[in-house]
């Protein structure tokens, strides 16, 4: 059931395109989109949006530019709340800022686009890919992150895709939340008396693009769209969700960077073992996989990854644990001082 688009989404986005764009941008090295974009290199995306390195000759530095593959209407629809939805948290701590958004001609036709800037060091999926398990670089993680995605969810947008791939890497310590690609609006947060506080939904979830010739019947449409090892339950089973979605998703990434590994099994293109995983096992205790991970690590993970979502903590209590544990290892660390000396 579609509800009235909240006042925060309505900033000025690109027009859609006015017939399907559904081919590659066919942009190279050298080449310029929008006569102002250089094209550097590939940056690793999914099959609806081709994401680049580039050098914005306007403000002389590095950027990362993402194209849309539009074939449809419906995810023509999702695009336009990706970009609204990024520009209403853009400039929070913790998100990546979106410099700008327009259309380019490419080969494929006139093409949606938005910028943000480069991080250097790219995504957190790039910088941990052959690392073991590394708490406090989870502890970091959460800690600059999590802000970010409370402020989304102040402003009535649920990410629904956190990951490693989604997360930026600036600096050693400091990381940035980006792609709102299948990003759903908040409805009846903070109004009592409204009904359940849960996802609007609004938007049918994106099918398989390659086998989509047009728009049906949006319940046609309705298929698992997020990524399995980082979905919550409910996601994966299409059931009602709630905002409760990003801490299942925040809390498998800070175990996926603690220990190294995912807390569940997952099959890939297997979504309903996935799920039996989840409901069936709790994650395996984070301290089996890296020893030096407390208990109190041990304890959010374990409700942050419930299939309970009223047993996940919220983001509020989620910064307030992870100040705690961090602190909890400072105190460790001088003591161990204290030991040695
Ligand atoms: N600003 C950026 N700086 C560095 N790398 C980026 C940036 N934006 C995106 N990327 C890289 O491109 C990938 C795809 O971008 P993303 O916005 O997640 O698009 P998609 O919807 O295709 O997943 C990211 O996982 C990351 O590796
Ligand atoms: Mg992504």
Request: charged share 25%; glycine share 8%.
């Amino acid at each position: 059931m579609a509800t009235q688009t909240p006042e925060i989404y309505s900033f000025e986005i690109p027009p859609r395109p006015d017939r399907p764009v559904d081919g590659e941008t066919g942009l190279a090295f050298g080449d310029y989109a929008d006569d102002r974009f250089r094209i550097v290199r590939s940056l690793p995306s999914n099959s609806v949006t081709e994401v680049f390195e580039a050098t914005d000759r306007v403000q002389a530095d590095p950027v990362a530019i993402k194209f849309f593959r539009e074939p449809s209407p419906v995810v023509s629809q999702h695009v336009d709340f990706e970009l609204r939805a990024h520009a209403a948290v853009s400039g929070e701590t913790g998100i990546v800022p979106l410099r700008t958004m327009g259309v380019a001609e490419t080969a494929a036709g006139l093409q949606r686009y938005m910028v943000t800037r480069l991080a250097p060091r790219g995504s957190l999926q790039d910088v941990t890919r052959h690392r073991g398990g590394d708490l406090d670089l989870a502890l970091s993680v959460g800690q600059r992150i999590t802000p970010g995605l409370l402020a989304a969810h102040q402003r009535n947008v649920a990410h629904r895709d956190i990951k490693p791939n989604n997360i930026l890497v600036v600096d050693s310590d400091e990381f940035e939340l980006t792609d709102f690609g299948v990003a759903e609006p908040i409805k009846n947060r903070g109004r009592a008396g409204s009904g359940p506080v849960e996802l609007d939904m609004m938007l049918p979830d994106l099918a398989d693009f390659e086998t989509m010739p047009d728009y049906r019947d949006p319940s046609d449409l309705k298929q698992f769209v997020g990524t399995l090892g980082y979905a919550a339950p409910e996601t994966i089973m299409d059931a009602p969700e709630t905002p409760q979605v990003d801490v299942f998703g925040l809390m498998a990434t800070l175990y996926k960077v603690a220990t190294g590994k995912l807390p569940f099994k997952h099959e890939a293109g297997m979504p309903v073992d996935t799920y039996l995983h989840i409901i069936e096992e709790g994650p395996v205790p984070a301290h089996v996989l890296n020893g030096s991970i407390p208990l109190s690590f041990d304890q959010l993970t374990k409700e942050g990854l419930s299939p309970d979502p009223a047993v996940r903590p919220s983001l509020g209590a989620v910064i307030v644990r992870l100040e705690a544990i961090r602190q909890e290892i400072a105190a460790q660390a001088d003591q161990q001082d204290l030991v040695l000396a």
